[in-house]
T-cell receptor, first 113, second 114 residues
Framework: GEDVEQSLFLSVREGDSSVINCTYT??????LYWYKQEPGAGLQLLTY?????DMKQDQRLTVLLNKKDKHLSLRIADTQTGDSAIYFC?????????????FGQGTTLQVKP | SAVISQKPSRDICQRGTSLTIQCQVD?????MFWYRQQPGQSLTLIAT?????????ESGFVIDKFPISRPNLTFSTLTVSNMSPEDSSIYLC???????????FGSGTRLTVV
């Protein structure tokens, strides 16, 4: 069945790197996404990766995709207190990026000063 | 990317009543989705709102409980009917824009049923 799993909690010190991990089950997923949700706010798209890519870098964010193991990770370099939020990975079902999204449980990132 | 206006942002409702949530998009989009986020949980897709036809509901969600309208390509409503405290959640609409924009979400409606 459709399933996306994440670790629930991560705590880091300001300035350190954060790595949030995610596993998914649908091998036909074409796009995989990372969203950020701050308290009381909606979801903000951080980045996405196409399934034929291994890595994507966008400023402080690096996404790694291991398609064989169906493993996705998000690395945040030089983590700041403003990065404290819940991070959701999501896979787009099927072969397009306009189908429904299946979300992981979300990883709460706590950044300590 | 598209800008979504979702209303109301929050509400406190009595059990047994209904609430209609509106989602307005500043551009025409084909695919619109409604999600529920229960307290401390992830997002679960309720249904896909199709313009000009009935919504497509996910397993566990039914039209009588969550009727959806999609009168045009920029607007949709979700009604939460005959509410109970278990319906207390954040409800979010989303649009799929494809390419680099992926999926954009409204700011959500925080519903508390008492």
């Amino acid at each position: 069945g459709e399933d996306v799993e994440q670790s629930l909690f991560l705590s880091v010190r300001e300035g350190d790197s954060s790595v949030i991990n995610c596993t998914y089950t649908d091998s036909s997923s074409t796009y995989l996404y990372w969203y950020k949700q701050e308290p009381g706010a909606g979801l903000q798209l951080l980045t996405y990766i196409f399934s034929n890519m291994d890595m994507k870098q966008d400023q402080r964010l690096t996404v790694l995709l291991n398609k064989k193991d169906k493993h996705l990770s998000l690395r945040i370099a030089d983590t700041q207190t403003g990065d404290s939020a819940i991070y959701f990975c999501a896979e787009s079902m099927g072969s397009s990026n306009t189908g429904k999204l299946i979300f992981g449980q979300g990883t709460t990132l706590q950044v300590k000063p | 990317s598209a800008v979504i206006s979702q209303k109301p942002s929050r509400d406190i409702c009595q059990r047994g009543t209904s609430l209609t949530i509106q989602c307005q998009v500043d551009s025409q989009v084909t695919m619109m989705f409604w999600y529920r986020q229960q307290p401390g949980q992830s997002l679960t897709l309720i249904a896909t709102a199709n313009q000009g036809s009935e919504a497509t509901y996910e397993s566990g969600f039914v039209i009588d409980k969550f009727p959806i309208s999609r009168p045009n390509l920029t607007f949709s409503t979700l009604t939460v009917s005959n509410m109970s405290p278990e319906d207390s959640s954040i409800y979010l609409c989303s649009v799929a824009e494809g390419r680099d924009y992926g999926y954009t979400f409204g700011s959500g409606t925080r519903l508390t049923v008492v």
